[in-house]
């Protein structure tokens, strides 16, 4: 335990005298640093002792510099004239070779003056001057050693496209990594990402927390006004971003880039499990209430007057069956079939568009799971009409760019209009907890609700007798009691085909008789 806890001081001590040495030469070290890196490939055997690297970097300077070594003026801390001979011809003339420069002129006067100018700057930001903790074997692998990963911008691009490769040019997840990204090198700068410390991290969230929520969509927003509008908001005492919002959708999404840029070239990320500190005054997230029964008798209502397929039957089916909304915009007709009397439907994770396969947005592989459709669906035809459909029951959708976001914005919009406050109640996966809660109030087990919800089983005891529902469990949710005092009359009579050729007026609310059958 002890040994432990003294391994962590030393590796702390060593990142932050690594920071110190960065953030006093770390602009001229940009200059100088590739060829560090070409010296580190190749005199791997003045690598050994501290000394031998300090002798090493005296003379790189001193071989740039042009000048004798009885003239340099930068001399390393932990170098001692006394620990070896100087350098001789033959060995500026290796490093001459190693890092790419030509053979020395016969001059010793000549000189480099960009490189000069470098070494001055050094002198002059107080190489000298580190601190002794600096000296020794600490402060040599900071200065001399390249790091071998890739800067964040880099990693940041290089995830970005991975994502796109593996989930193609519409995954919603591509828009959030490239805004992460340039935040990110807005406040703390680019650098190889195993050289950023749990500092930065903390910085990083110290700054981002005052933007703006929904900042990305003000008008006239640039990341280059990203300091001035940070500034503003803290000026002004607004709240910023959320906890939630700061912790998964920022500095989780940054951690990830830094993450992926180390595994790219086998470097251990050492802020895995680094403790950030989210500052006093950071919003908490609001309790949130599910709707209750008179909403959903609105939310129903107006989903039926607006004439469209989806605003009429995603509430629905989102109520009877506690399925996420992404799942259920990519419900096919041939996905519906009758096991035990009860019909369900087994979700897809792929469907065919147009001659090429399409994923479906699934979270998890517990989503693929079946799931029942109360047999009232079946009672108002429902059923019967998307098994006639071999193609996807909510076609309106899939003539956007983005279906499942559509879905989500337009119901979202169902939602307030039938007066829930986004802020105080939760919109359509509000659903979804509704289905769980209602089917714990009727008392059937937690085991059949986590199987229709698509919810990963609980325990190994939940596992036994397989990861498929019964019949009995089927049974069970298609003949559950509806809530009396929803009123349920809406949705009969309806003119599916109608409601499906529907298209919403962009800027005019519909109303209407719902596709009834007059």
């Keep these: 335990m002890m040994a432990g806890t003294g391994n962590d001081d030393a590796l ?38 501290p000394q031998d690297r300090a002798r090493t970097i005296y003379g790189l300077l001193t071989a740039l510099g042009e000048l004798p070594a009885s003239k340099a003026r930068v001399t390393p801390p932990d170098w001692d004239e006394r620990a070896a001979e100087p350098p001789s011809a033959a060995d500026w003339a290796k490093l001459r070779r190693t890092i790419g420069l030509p053979p020395a002129p016969d001059t010793t006067e000549a000189k480099l003056d960009q490189i000069m100018a470098t070494v001055r700057r050094l002198e002059n930001r107080g190489l000298r001057e580190l601190p002794a903790a600096s000296s020794g074997p600490v402060i040599a692998p900071a200065i001399a050693s390249a790091s071998r990963a890739p800067l964040f911008s880099k990693a940041a691009d290089s995830y970005h496209e991975r994502l796109r490769a593996t989930h193609g040019d519409h995954y919603d997840e591509l828009k959030y990594i490239r805004h992460r990204k340039q935040v990110f090198l807005a406040i703390c700068g680019d650098r190889p990402v195993d050289r950023y410390t749990s500092d930065d991290l903390q910085h990083f969230i110290n700054r981002v927390r005052f933007l703006p929520p929904n900042h990305s969509k003000q008008k006239n927003f640039t990341i280059a006004t990203i300091d001035r509008l940070i500034d503003a908001q803290e000026a002004s005492g607004q709240p910023g971003l959320s906890e939630s919002t700061l912790v998964n959708n920022y500095l989780g999404k940054v951690k990830t880039i830094l993450r992926h840029g180390c595994a790219s070239v086998a470097v251990p990320f050492a802020l895995e499990k680094a403790r950030i500190i989210i500052p006093k005054g950071v919003p908490k997230a609001r309790q949130k209430f599910l709707p209750a029964h008179d909403d959903m008798n609105r939310i129903f209502r107006i989903g039926v007057e607006s004439g469209l397929l989806a605003d009429t039957m995603l509430p629905l089916l989102g109520f009877l069956t506690g399925r996420r ?3 259920m915009v990519f419900l096919h007709g041939g996905d519906i079939r ?34 029942v459709l109360h047999d009232f669906l079946a009672e108002i035809g429902f059923v019967d009409w998307v098994r006639a459909r071999p193609r996807f029951v909510f076609e309106a959708l899939h003539e956007t760019q983005d279906p499942a976001d559509t879905a989500s914005k337009r119901l979202a919009r169902l939602f307030r209009s039938a007066g829930l406050d986004p802020e105080t109640h939760k919109a359509f996966h509000g659903l979804r907890h509704l289905k769980i809660a209602e089917s714990r109030d009727a008392g059937i087990d937690a085991r059949t609700t986590r199987l229709q919800v698509g919810h990963e089983l609980g325990s190994v005891h939940d596992r036994y007798g397989g990861t498929t529902m019964r019949p009995s469990e089927m049974q069970l949710l298609a003949r559950a009691a509806l809530p ?23 800027g005019v609310r519909r109303a209407g008789n719902g596709g009834a059958v007059q």
């Design 12 to 49: 702390n001590k060593r990142e932050a005298v690594r920071r110190d040495v960065y953030d006093r030469i770390g602009q001229d070290l940009q200059q100088i640093m590739p060829a560090f890196a070409a010296l580190d490939e190749g005199l791997p055997d003045l690598q050994s002792t």
């Design 325 to 327: 909304l992404g799942l």
């Design 338 to 371: 009758q096991e035990h009397g009860c019909w369900i439907v087994t979700p897809r994770s792929h469907v065919e568009v147009n001659g090429q396969l399409m994923p479906v947005p699934i979270k998890t592989s517990e989503s693929l799971g079946a799931y």
């Design 484 to 506: 009396t005092d929803i009123d349920w009359s809406v949705f009969r009579n309806l003119d599916y085909d109608r409601l499906a050729l529907a298209r919403p007026h962009r």
